[in-house]
């Protein structure tokens, strides 16, 4: 059974963010995302330097034969765990996320773009060194107004 683009673009954003890793790959990172998950765990049970992905709603517009586009947001929670520079690490798994993002807009030629929205951190001194960083993505995408699991032009 075919699933619907939304899902397709979701799985390639997961998919992206687990090649997250330091050591010689290309491009470097400077951080290894240890887990990306769509299930929300309680950060008790999250692994540090993790990123759940979330569909956060979507605007659709009809774009006549049978077209519809899709503006979809995405959002990342990031937490991150550092016991040196808990900022400067926020601050790298922001970049390493954009990169990898960025790197294909067209996720996997199911989109037509990807853009990131906004990025907003946050340290707690009593749960410092862990801080988390919130990221939303938008993601135009179009289909079969009458089917979602099918592309359109």
Partial sequence: MAQAIKTLIINDIVSTLETVQTGGGSPAYQRTLRAVSRKRKSLME????????????????????????????VGLFCVIQDMDDLPTAMD????????????????????????ILTVLDSVDDD???????????????????????????
């Avoid at 999250?46 to 947001?73: F, H």
């Fill in 127 to 153: 749960a410092e060194p862990t801080g988390t960083v919130s990221i939303e993505v938008k993601v135009v995408y179009r289909h079969k107004r009458t089917d979602p699991t099918v592309r359109a032009g």
């Fill in 46 to 73: 999250a692994q540090r330097d993790m990123v759940y992905v979330e569909s956060l709603g979507e605007k659709k517009s009809d774009w006549g034969n049978n077209v519809t586009e899709s503006t979809m947001t």
């Fill in 92 to 115: 790298d798994v922001t970049a390493d996320i954009t990169r990898a993002l960025l790197a294909d807009e067209k996720r996997n030629q199911n989109a037509i773009s990807t853009e």
